[in-house]
């Protein structure tokens, strides 16, 4: 069974941190590119990072470059995004999303509000 589950998010002060973690099983994750998106309420879902298959390279949207950093642990089928110097304008649902010659997979999400 494809599955990508997405933990960490929360409620983080502005300034503060969080650390999203995305397991993927059922499919060989060392083949796909892993990327990270984000929908707010009223807008369309976003990128935010993305990772090549080797872990070697990475792309990040102009609002989190400096703050976010994507990476992933092929031993571990998992894909991590490190946000930092969070801004209220970062709440969101983040999404992992697994992608390999146009086979698309989609996570269910985890929500992560910036609020003092």
């Known amino acids: 069974q494809v599955q990508l589950v997405e933990s960490g998010g929360g409620l983080v002060q502005p300034g503060g941190s969080l650390r999203l973690s995305c397991a993927a099983s059922g499919f060989n994750f060392l083949t796909y590119v892993m990327a990270w998106y984000r929908q707010a309420p009223g807008n369309e879902r976003e990128l935010v990072a993305q990772i090549n298959s080797a872990g070697v390279s990475t792309d990040y949207a102009d609002s989190v470059k400096g703050r976010f950093t994507i990476s992933r642990d092929n031993a571990k089928n998992t894909v991590y995004l490190q946000m930092n110097s969070l801004k209220p304008e970062d709440t969101a649902v983040y999404y992992c999303?697994?992608?390999?010659?146009?086979?698309?997979?989609w996570g269910q999400g985890t929500q992560v509000t910036v609020s003092s």
């Open positions: 999303k697994a992608v390999r010659f146009g086979i698309i997979r």
